[in-house]
């Protein structure tokens, strides 16, 4: 009987013991390439050896691409890598506007179909039925009511968040403050879903998911169609104003549109 015992107990251990290096060897693995980055006394991360990740292509092989514009590949305790824009041309310097800004939705272009800058809207002409607003409209409307899930928007420059609550007529609202040829100006996203407005002070890169839309016809868009309301101030002035009543003081705004043409 104790010959039996002591063949068990030796019989466990080695058991043990192999699992124990499968155990090393596997989590050996998984880190070899996040182990292969450390930082550098300024902070920067800097390879060791030959990692196995280098770039965002081999990133997103491994890992999840984020939501932005550029697309951005995060290695665990490691770097991020972003995604390089080719430019027109091979020229390495060259910058349009568009490569400036990051569309604040997708397909934002295509689905401004109703509302548009400087439109002078009354409640008999508008396109929108019941319409409960009137005056020269001071942004675009993108409209996604078609679309059931949820509606990302993302911030169209490096910017900091100046204003983020609900008022009257939005339901959620944010302000971002940032900069286009030495001018700070303003952008403000209308009819967010208020559960993902993002603190005061909060910075954004160019591309981050900042919020989601409100649903339809909900109190999370006072009462509105899904759709984003999106101005620009020609000024970093926070004004949530969506129509103002005289054409002259639509000088204060800009038409989004000259951003991405």
């Known amino acids: 009987m104790l010959f039996f015992r002591s063949r068990n107990k030796k019989f466990l251990f080695v058991v043990f013991g192999i699992l124990l290096l499968i155990g090393v060897g596997t989590i050996f693995l998984f880190r070899s390439s996040e182990d292969s980055w450390i930082k550098d006394q300024n902070g920067d991360w800097v390879m060791q050896g030959n990692p196995?990740?280098?770039d965002f292509d081999s990133c997103a092989k491994k890992y999840p691409v984020m939501e932005t514009y550029p697309e951005k590949c995060a290695?665990?305790?490691?770097p991020t890598f972003t995604r390089e824009i080719s430019t027109e041309n091979g020229d390495e310097n060259a910058q349009t506007i568009e490569n400036v800004f990051s569309y604040p939705t997708a397909e934002f272009k295509e689905r401004i179909t109703k509302k548009t800058f400087g439109q002078f809207i009354t409640r008999e002409n508008s396109p929108v039925?019941?319409?409960?607003?009137?005056?020269?409209?001071t942004a675009v409307d993108v409209e996604y009511s078609d679309v059931e899930g949820d509606v990302p928007v993302y911030a169209l420059a490096d910017s900091i968040v100046v204003l983020s609550r609900t008022a009257t007529g939005y339901g959620g609202v944010i302000v971002?403050?940032?900069e286009f040829e030495g001018k700070r100006r303003t952008a403000i996203y209308?009819?967010?879903k208020p559960s993902t407005l993002p603190a005061v002070n909060t910075?954004?890169?160019?591309?981050?998911?900042i919020a989601l839309l409100g649903d339809g016809y909900s109190s999370e868009t006072d009462g509105e169609r899904k759709?984003?309301?999106?101005?620009?101030?020609?000024?970093?002035?926070?004004n949530i104003l969506g129509y103002v009543q005289n054409e002259s003081e639509l000088s204060g705004w800009q038409n989004p549109l000259e951003l991405f043409d």
Do not use: A, T, W
Not at 203 to 209: I, Y
């Open 203 to 209: 910075r954004f890169n160019k591309g981050d998911r």
């Open 75 to 78: 290695v665990p305790n490691g």
């Open 129 to 137: 039925q019941p319409e409960r607003f009137s005056g020269y409209h």
């Open 190 to 192: 209308g009819h967010i």
């Open 176 to 178: 971002l403050d940032f």
């Open 227 to 238: 759709h984003l309301h999106f101005g620009i101030r020609s000024d970093n002035q926070v």
């Open 52 to 54: 196995e990740i280098k």
